[in-house]
DNA sequence: GCTTGACTCTCCCCCCGCGGGAGGGTCGAG
DNA sequence: CTCGACCCTCCCGCGGGGGGAGAGTCAAGC
């Protein structure tokens, strides 16, 4: 026969604080068997335990109390598990991003990098098939790869040779404000006719200051500093969103020391130099 | 020649926005080279770029911004690769916890555990040597190794024999208030003369609810559970801190499945049975 | 019955690390 | 001079609670 506790004596049981069973009391993820009208006290019963158990673990993966509420609130089995291993899985990409944040940390405490070739260059116009969307920040790599692919298959399709690397044209907002536009282009030698996502887009012909970066992309922002640093300094006028040729990438080797990729800043007026 | 960059350039170069720039401001992490007095303009140099780096690289990590700012503030390179080295043990901590609730989860998920054995004693009263002080919850393993080494070291030197296992007066403040006191001690036969922290304790004779807690300490809140439905579901009242007893811990074996930690809870009217 | 001390209630403010938006000033090119 | 792009400050919000004020409740002991 469950029985009744109060909110202290159900504290102690499941090592919660009274704070955050009333927390949990107000958001619904843990209602009490019953309240007194009158006074407003909080009565537990035992049945409640396991269910506070299941929220312990759950809190511990830093579950969001949402979240929890709804693996409880799940009818069958089934959907609980794939709510959990949906968390599951961001935990492990956190865990690679803190993992990729470390190796990189390191790298920046060995030393400042060799200095960076940065060189100037008049780019030409540039017919390309490209896939244009506005995505997410956190979406960006599985949105990418889907490009990518679907850009792929659309030019062996049509037996369209690629004239260049694969490059992408970055809105700076997809940074600053986690979202923004992006176009994943390849260069065509011959005009792609439209499939899918996939469009024919002609890229114009710009100044661009450019340096090669190398190896992973958690690197990535030195190269960007090293390049806006040179652009400042030398007064040029920054202009438009960035333009990225990805020369040597996952699709090469899987090898991120080997990475070259190639940044480009749009500039609107020539260095004296 | 470091060259100026307003917050707009300066959030380009570096991927951070600009609300993120100011909120640095805002509370001392990067300040802007300088600020026009007549309109707030913020004027960022190049030479703060791998300022905004290094930031962005423990950001990454999670490292909380006052971290940061004393990173960068260290004047000797040592003292900061010890604040970093300081932060990354706290992130292994928080890994093993992950890895911890993870191997939880999945058991709870697996079913619910078999029927626990409670059993109700009666507890003579023990002459114990006893370390005791105020503990916050997150130092409380380390703290715990430190006690149990000069409990033993202190009963070694003075030739007492343990008479019993390693046990615990836990308040339960420390689970809801993240701080409380605690008592790790050792019965004796002998009294023990204090050295140190060490000192004579003698544990008054209680009424005990008792269960045998099987495995790692991660699942002990299980056992709480049930404990605490015992004795509520048997209208037992509950008094006084709780009493571990570590009867096989790891000092015994690395294997956690192995451990039985004996969770005694004080009573004060026995059950009708 | 009354007192006392332990519980419990609600309500409001605080923490971090920003994001969103309102409402208004500034800058430089045409 | 005007336009659009920048930039400013100020306030509110999130999630997951902690801290504390001020007031009400409960049960044991006298």
Redesign the pocket.
């Known amino acids: 026969m469950p029985a009744a506790l ?4 159900f ?1 102690k049981a499941t090592h919660f ?8 009391h107000d ?1 619904g993820l843990l209602v ?1 068997a019953q ?2 009208p ?5 009565r537990y019963t035992t049945a409640q335990l396991p269910t506070a158990q299941v929220i312990r673990r759950l ?1 511990d993966l ?5 979240d929890i509420a709804a693996v409880l609130g799940a009818d069958e089995p089934g959907a609980r598990a794939q709510l959990i291993a949906a968390h599951l899985a961001r935990l492990e990409g956190a865990l690679a991003k803190t993992q990729a944040a470390v190796a990189a940390l390191r790298d920046l405490l060995a030393g400042p990098p060799a200095a960076l070739a940065i060189e100037h260059r008049s780019e030409p116009a540039i017919e390309a098939a490209a896939v244009v969307a506005t995505v997410e920040l956190a979406e960006l790599a599985v949105w990418f790869q889907g490009a990518i692919g679907e850009l792929d298959a659309t030019l062996a399709a049509q037996r369209i040779a690629p004239a260049g690397a694969i490059g992408a044209v970055v809105d700076d907002a997809l940074f ?3 979202r923004g536009e992006l176009a994943v282009f390849v260069p065509v030698g011959a005009p792609v006719r439209p499939v899918g996502r996939v469009v024919a887009r002609a890229l114009p012909a710009v100044e661009l200051a450019v340096i090669v970066h190398r190896g992973s992309h958690a690197d990535i922002d030195r190269s960007y500093g090293a390049l806006a640093r040179f652009v400042a300094e030398r007064a040029i006028g920054v202009d438009g969103p960035v333009r990225e040729r990805y020369l040597v990438s996952r699709r090469d080797t899987s090898d991120e020391s080997c990475w070259r990729t190639e940044i480009g800043w749009p500039i609107f007026r020539t260095a004296p130099r």
Chains 1, 2 share one sequence.
Do not use: C, F
């Open positions: 109060g909110i202290g004596e504290a604080s009274i704070k955050t069973l009333r927390h949990y958001v009490p309240v007194d009158a006074t407003g006290y909080r809190r830093d579950m969001p109390l949402d600053s404000a986690e």
